[in-house]
């Protein structure tokens, strides 16, 4: 269809896909509106210059007079012309049509998400709970990244890799939706651990930047790995952590499960005093270099996710190649077809009959 221009096919096929053109001189195409009125001109001036007897043309007197359809034969070289200058003005706009390609790389940075499954974090001032509300947050978090390795880290009263460092960000969020308190049986906080944990994860990392993201809601009551211990341990990595202390302080509702005179397990709303010592998530932030975040609502958290996002943005760069294929020619060929065209009727007897 490209190739064929001498098919009419050709281009009523591009008179609907114009819009998918490029004009290097679009200009020219705004001249086009001129061409149909610069011919009716030239057709009223041939009209009245025949009507008051300045010209007579033989034809139109053996057709007994101007307005015999015969007459309208007088039009085809006109028309002809132009389509001559039709085709030229969209030739001279230089249709075309671009692609551009566009290749999108970074340095990467790699990221650990290490979050508490405790029990505590069933605690209702987020909504639905706390944990339910850092998944949500997690996964918009995992959508704002590009080419970064993200991993996940659970930890209650012990601590487990539940995805490496990947890139895989589909794989990673239906991971993140999996999660639930029942992956870690024994109840408890292990800070430390989860650090260890997420620290042996990167220690082979070589990206430029390597970052833990804690959220937890609770001191560090579990593991056999000191807290600060650990942020030392990242520390020396080059591991910078984020803490996040999740839940407000007071009377907290918790959705609490049990059995009823029948054996029928039923859930309630209790309230329970919520309150935690932020000193060790402080100290675990200043010695890594990073900075400690509190999250008393969904909207607050969500925040805390975004700034964090924007201390590590990756540096995206890019390479964009573009190509360009012209379509002028075939319309370029079509005018000089029609000029053609023209010339012979003005150049041979068909003139003669129509004129003289």
Known sequence: MENNWLSLDWYLYELESYKDYDYANPIFLKLIL??????????????????????????????????????????????????????ALIALARPQKSNEEVERWSEGIDIMLSID????????????????????????????????????????GEAFSKSPLTTDYEMLKEQVRDVNFEEIAKDGTAIGTSLAVSIKRMEQSKAKSKVIILLSDGDNTAGNIDPLTAAQLAYSFNIKVYTIGVGRKGKVPYNVKGRDFFGRVVSQIQYADNSFDETTLKKIASITEGKYFRATNNQSLREIFKTIDQYEKTEIKENRYKSVKDYYLPYLYASILCLLIWLAFKSTFLTNILED
């Open 34 to 87: 001129a061409i149909p009125i610069l011919l009716i001109l030239r057709w009223l001036i041939k009209f009245f210059w025949t009507k008051s007897g300045l010209e007579t043309s033989l034809f139109t007197q053996k057709s007994g007079g101007s307005n015999s359809w015969i007459a309208f034969f007088l039009l085809i070289p006109d028309l002809f012309l132009g389509l001559c200058f039709f085709f």
């Open 117 to 156: 499954i405790s029990g505590s974090m069933d605690g209702m001032d987020l909504k639905p709970n706390r944990l339910e509300s850092a998944k949500q947050t997690a996964e918009e978090f995992i959508d704002g990244r590009f080419q970064d390795r993200i991993g996940l880290v659970l930890f209650a």
